[in-house]
């Protein structure tokens, strides 16, 4: 038994070519949610990261970090919308054993996140003091936080690639893959989000005494709130790349190929289908997070960063749940593809009632312990 529990857990981070429609639903479901759920926990530790660094500089520039991310709330609802559409068609293409029709399936979601990334980096750039201001930020916010919105907004396609990437691979049954990539775009944000927060300073940010000689060949420039925006953004992008090299290997459980991105108006429209009512739904929810943030403003840049914080450590409760609702996913979409509708039904039950208990479990310890 002890055998079997570890072989579960290792094929669980490794990865493995299981059918996920025969065998335990209880398998299925532990092997695709255990790594959505360190996908998902280490997709907020970007955010972590940035305010562990950026509270070092006062509470003007958490307060940016803050408006910042109630912005890119609407560009995660797009993303995930987006990427609950590429998960959904391609699990049922792969269910269907129809690996070309998945692999057509990742080609076109590409191309519709390319298209809503390049608008929204537009948008973002022009505009990007334009929202902070609208969102209730001080002048003073403003002028500190312009440069690090316009980074993060007009860099969102390595935010939209990211999921979507990660979200073709979950559709296929290969959830450790954007497990792995999101490990190695994490490792990438935290040594360099420092580095570029504090140039040369950054030893002392550590508590360590840097020889003179290492100050004066140090390559990374003091940016502050900048260099967090920076990090960032080249951590997801190296992220993003590794995703894209591991979708174009010859080896994957799917592959893309050059006839593969040969456009097709009805696959784009199929996609277009699903994601909409997703990206609807969620952007009204994370709507909310932009009103919140604009009333907090009024109470200053304390009040925001604290309200920050708080927010944080709700979502970190809640990775568990995103992380089953994302493995049930993949289970219906291949199950109806296998033409398995009741197996489908009893993975989305099955999920449903893990939650609960999580959930129901979770919600009596913060109760408690508030």
């Avoid at 609950?84 to 129809?98: K, L, M, N, Q």
Wanted: net charge neutral; glycine share 10%; hydrophobic share 55%.
């Amino acid at each position: 038994m002890k055998k079997l529990n570890w072989a579960i857990w290792r094929e669980a981070f490794t990865g493995s070519e299981r059918d996920f429609t025969r065998g335990s639903i209880n398998a299925a479901i532990f092997l695709l949610a255990l790594p959505m759920i360190l996908e998902m926990m280490m997709e907020s530790i970007f955010a972590i990261v940035d305010m562990f660094f950026v509270a070092k500089l006062g509470h003007d520039s958490v307060a940016v970090v803050i408006f910042t991310e109630s912005m890119m709330a609407i560009i995660y609802a797009m993303a995930i919308g987006l990427s609950i559409s590429a998960t959904a068609t391609v699990a049922r293409r792969v269910g269907e054993h129809d690996s070309e029709g998945a692999a057509r399936a990742a080609a076109h979601a590409i191309y519709l996140g390319a298209s809503f990334s390049a608008l929204l980096s537009l948008v973002g750039i022009a505009f990007a003091p334009n929202f902070l201001h609208v969102l209730g930020a001080s002048p003073e916010v403003i002028a500190e936080g312009t440069a690090f919105t316009r980074i993060m907004l007009g860099g969102n396609f390595v935010v939209v690639f990211l999921f979507l990437l990660n979200a073709i691979f979950r559709g296929a049954g290969d959830a450790s893959v954007a497990m792995r990539v999101l490990f190695w775009a994490n490792l990438c944000n935290i040594i360099l989000s420092p580095c570029f927060v504090f140039g040369p300073d950054v030893f002392k940010a550590v508590g360590i005494d840097a020889p003179q000689w290492l100050l004066n060949i140090w390559p990374f420039p003091h940016l502050g709130v900048v260099g967090a925006a920076v990090g960032t953004t080249i951590g997801r992008g190296v992220g993003a790349l590794i995703a894209a090299s591991l979708l174009l290997r010859s080896s994957g459980r799917i592959t893309l190929h050059r006839e593969h991105w040969t456009f097709d108006a009805k696959i784009l429209k199929n996609l277009i289908q699903i994601a909409a009512p997703a990206i609807l739904q969620m952007t009204v929810g994370t709507a909310s997070w932009s009103v919140l943030v604009s009333v907090v403003s009024h109470f200053g840049s304390e009040a925001i960063a604290g309200y920050g914080i708080g927010m944080r450590v709700i979502m970190f409760v809640l990775l568990p749940a995103m992380g089953l609702s994302n493995a049930a996913a993949t289970l219906v979409g291949q199950n109806l593809g296998a033409n398995q509708p009741e197996r489908a039904e009893a993975s989305v039950w099955r999920a449903a009632y893990i939650n609960v208990v999580f959930l129901g479990g979770t919600g009596l310890l913060l109760w408690l312990f508030s």
